[in-house]
């Protein structure tokens, strides 16, 4: 104990156990999950070079849509990596996902630099799966393991750590010009090798904690947002300047070194700095003898009859010996659709089977697909509405800056709306729904720079979203299988993805351009890409996904009116209560 004072044990002593309590405290653990999530978003680099993989491989737009909707089955179906964390640790999940993502994305980047043989396309679907689905599991390993530290806090805690996967598109975009200039190729090998070594350098110091709440948590967190803030600030500056000069690679570097400034030094030191408070408290606890003073209050159990002991009632013999397992496995199903009060832990189970779920399911296959298609498209509406590569690039990091401020945005404002005015979570869901609506409006009756408003309200829109849902997730059903529960509420994304990107827009797209084709008196010959120009090409499709939105947003009323009376009422009292339940045991054991 010695070692912990300041003028105990020495120098080396007291500097051993300050780097202790920063290698094994709450906030490098925060700090660490947040440069995990910055890599995590690869999927939305896809805009980046998926002209390079439609035109090196000879697709037409479905083929390419096709591409696209298994890169979003594998970013959105992590239901494996939900299962997996609940029987292993946080940092065997986050290296799962690093062997996968190096694999997946390496393997597509030998067939577009035609370094093996041209692969089938469901090769093809099934490398980008692979490498996509390593966003889930940082999603699980990362995020989740937050969000269970730091329960009375998740919204921001979420919008946080879902800001920086809006965040990475723009990052990585950063980053590649500085690495590779504009080698979208190279790209590729980007994606696959950088996060998957951010995720092993930072795996081990991501885990699940008893962390006590600190009377100033939410002020740090708000510490963390300024800075992404600043980060995301700085990114959009970067985009303006690019899209109106033109960089050399040293140029691209030094706004490279900036990024990683922002992103790694300046959070560091604050997680740094709030550690060495909390070690400060505990040495000024120890100085002062409350420690000695709380362990000799303890009460003394020894000598106490066993009879006055809580749960000390004798148990029924036959009870002890009867087996459960048939018991308990016959009540797991019989109680399916008969869940506890909202905000109790649910079983997994349970959980799928409600009604709540089920709104939140197509909530997200409407909106989140609707949304997702637009961002799969990006480069192939740029283009069709001619557009130059230059501000088809400023499109994609406008979305992922965007993406960003609405996960941010929309977890902080609902946490603060939610606590002051109990303004429930799902009404902000309607609200984001109908604003992507304008979005996707925007996009099919296109006018002159049209498209830079619609990327703004897209991807603020998408990114805010995500937010609300999985806080809707955790508050609802309880934090107890969130891993798992968390990767179901993103399954339904796929389901409208295919729907909206594949049937719709894909179809309507390569039937566009064969028209214009056979108006020109041409064909399309073998392995050729598939192209159309004009606002037609988008049009139809965006009018059915603005339709399909607004469904979702009447449906998602009925949870609002379903939920009001559970956000009316003081949904983290037990969290509390935990807390201080832990405090108190914590002083009685002296640790």
């Given at each position: 104990m010695d070692a912990l004072r300041p003028n105990g044990g020495g120098g080396l002593s007291n500097k051993r156990s300050?780097?202790?309590?920063?290698?094994?405290?709450?906030?490098?653990?925060?700090?660490?999950?947040?440069?995990?999530?910055?890599?995590?978003?690869?999927?939305?680099?896809?805009?980046?070079?998926?002209?390079?993989?439609?035109?090196?491989?000879?697709?037409?737009?479905?083929?390419?849509?096709?591409?696209?909707?298994?890169?979003d089955v594998g970013t959105n179906v992590g239901v494996p990596s939900g299962f997996l964390a609940e029987v292993t640790p946080p940092w065997f999940v986050l290296s799962t996902g690093a062997f996968i993502n190096l694999f997946g994305y390496v393997m597509i980047w030998l067939a577009v630099t035609q370094r093996m043989a041209k692969p089938h396309v469901w090769m093809m679907c099934l490398y980008i799966c692979l490498g996509a689905n390593s966003t889930a599991f940082a999603n699980t390993g990362a995020m989740v393991t937050c969000v269970k530290?730091?329960?009375?806090?998740?919204?921001?805690?979420?919008?946080?750590?879902?800001?920086?996967v809006g965040l990475?598109?723009?990052?990585?975009?950063?980053?590649?010009?500085?690495?590779?200039?504009?080698?979208?190729?190279?790209l590729i090998l980007l994606v696959g090798w950088l996060p998957a070594a951010i995720n092993l350098a930072?795996?081990?110091?991501?885990?699940?904690?008893?962390?006590?709440?600190?009377p100033n948590e939410l002020q740090v967190f708000y510490k963390f947002l300024y800075i992404t803030l600043g980060l995301a600030g700085f990114l959009l500056i970067m985009i303006v300047i690019e899209q109106k000069?033109?960089?050399?690679?040293?140029?691209?570097?030094?706004?490279?070194?900036?990024?990683?400034?922002?992103?790694?030094?300046?959070?560091?030191?604050?997680?740094?700095?709030?550690?060495?408070?909390?070690?400060k408290s505990k040495i000024s606890a120890l100085d002062d003898g409350s420690q000695l003073k709380v362990i000799a209050e303890k009460p003394n159990t020894e000598n106490i009859s066993p009879s006055l002991l809580p749960h000390a009632s004798p148990v029924p013999t036959n009870l002890l010996l009867e087996p459960s397992t048939e018991k308990q496995a016959a009540s797991c199903w019989k109680n399916v659709l008969k869940p506890p009060e909202r905000g109790e832990d649910y079983s997994i189970l349970q959980a799928l089977f409600s009604i709540d779920m089920l709104i939140l399911f197509f909530t997200v296959i409407t909106g989140v697909g609707g949304s997702l298609t637009a961002i799969d498209n990006l480069a192939q509406m740029g283009l069709s509405l001619g557009y130059s590569s230059k501000s088809i690039s400023t499109f994609v990091s406008?979305?992922?800056?965007?993406?960003?401020?609405?996960?941010?945005?929309?977890?902080?404002?609902?946490?603060?709306?939610?606590?002051?005015?109990?303004?429930?979570?799902?009404?902000?869901?309607?609200?984001?729904?109908?604003?992507?609506c304008v979005g996707h409006l925007l996009v099919a009756f296109h006018r002159p720079g049209g498209l830079y408003?619609?990327?703004?309200?897209?991807?603020?829109g998408f990114g805010a979203q995500w937010s609300i849902v999985f806080t809707t997730i955790s508050e609802i059903f309880g934090l107890k299988y969130y891993a798992t529960l968390y990767n179901f509420g993103s399954v339904a994304s796929p389901i409208g993805l295919y729907v909206l990107n594949v049937s719709v827009t894909g179809h309507q797209y390569d039937k566009k351009a064969k028209e214009q084709l056979a108006a020109l008196g041409l064909t399309r010959k073998p392995g050729e890409s598939l192209n159309c120009t004009g606002v037609e090409c988008f049009r139809l499709s965006f009018i059915v996904i603005a339709a399909v939105t607004f469904a979702g947003a009447l449906v998602s009323v009925i949870l609002?009116?379903?939920?009001?009376?559970?956000?009316?009422?003081?949904?983290?009292?037990?969290?509390?209560?935990?807390s201080k339940t832990a405090e108190r045991e914590m002083a009685l054991t002296g640790h």
């Open positions: 300050f780097l202790l309590q920063v290698f094994y405290g709450p906030w490098l653990m925060v700090f660490s999950s947040f440069v995990i999530m910055s890599t995590a978003g690869t999927p939305y680099a896809f805009g980046l070079y998926s002209n390079v993989v439609k035109s090196v491989l000879g697709y037409d737009q479905t083929t390419l849509n096709l591409i696209s909707f298994f890169k530290n730091f329960p009375e806090s998740r919204g921001v805690v979420l919008g946080l750590l879902k800001g920086y990475s598109g723009a990052i990585l975009t950063q980053l590649y010009h500085a690495f590779y200039y504009n080698d979208s190729k190279s930072f795996a081990p110091a991501i885990r699940i904690m008893n962390v006590r709440r600190q000069v033109a960089f050399t690679q040293s140029e691209y570097g030094v706004s490279a070194t900036a990024v990683l400034f922002l992103l790694l030094i300046v959070p560091l030191a604050v997680a740094v700095r709030e550690e060495y408070k909390l070690w406008l979305v992922s800056v965007w993406n960003y401020l609405g996960r941010v945005m929309a977890g902080l404002v609902s946490e603060i709306l939610l606590k002051k005015y109990k303004f429930p979570r799902p009404l902000m869901l309607t609200l984001i729904l109908l604003l992507l408003v619609a990327s703004v309200i897209i991807g603020f609002v009116i379903r939920t009001m009376k559970f956000y009316k009422s003081d949904i983290y009292r037990k969290f509390r209560e935990e």
